[in-house]
């Protein structure tokens, strides 16, 4: 099992998409196995976004994630990172393809409305860096049998 952590950026939470994008990953079949509301201060928003540091953009991105409130999620299931980026969509929303998120609902990559870990290391990385072991739930879920072969 993948973990993956989700941030549902300000821009969406301001927008009321939160819920609509929740139930897109709930829908999938991901386990939600974390979820937290909270406005991101700027020492954790300049780590998780640490691989970005010397690019232009980084200054304009930080600004934006602690802007206001975020949602994060910590999801797991089969595949679970490269199933929730196909489920946002490319970075550029004007690419990104209808059904997406990002294509559904952005146009601009700095209000791109939601992010997913890249990798299955980073997964992890970037879930420790927003929950501690003691904040995720490691539940079964009773319709399991019905989604993970
Ligand atoms: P990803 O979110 O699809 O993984 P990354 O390349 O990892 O995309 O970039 C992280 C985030 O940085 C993007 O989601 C977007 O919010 C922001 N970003 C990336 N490139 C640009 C840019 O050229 N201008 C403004 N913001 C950008
Ligand atoms: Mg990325």
Not at 17 to 40: D, H, P, W
Not at 41 to 46: D, F, I, P, V
Not at 97 to 122: F, K, M, W
């Amino acid at each position: 099992m993948e973990r993956t952590l989700i941030i549902v950026k300000p821009d969406a939470v301001q927008r009321g998409l939160t819920g609509e994008i929740i139930k897109r990953f709930e829908a999938r079949g991901l386990k939600i196995i974390g979820m937290k509301l909270l406005q991101v201060n700027r020492e954790l928003a300049e780590k998780h976004y640490a691989v970005h540091r010397e690019r232009p953009f980084f200054a304009g991105l930080v600004e934006y994630i602690i802007s206001a409130p975020v949602v994060v999620l910590a999801l797991e299931g089969t595949d679970a990172i490269a199933a929730a980026r196909a489920t946002i969509g490319a970075t550029k929303p004007a690419e990104a393809a209808p059904g997406s998120i990002r294509g559904d609902y952005g146009l601009e990559i700095g209000r791109n409305l939601v992010h997913g870990s890249d990798s299955v290391e980073n997964g992890v990385i970037e879930v420790a860096n927003f929950f501690t072991e003691a904040d995720l739930c490691g539940w079964s879920r009773d319709v399991d049998r019905w989604v993970f072969e």
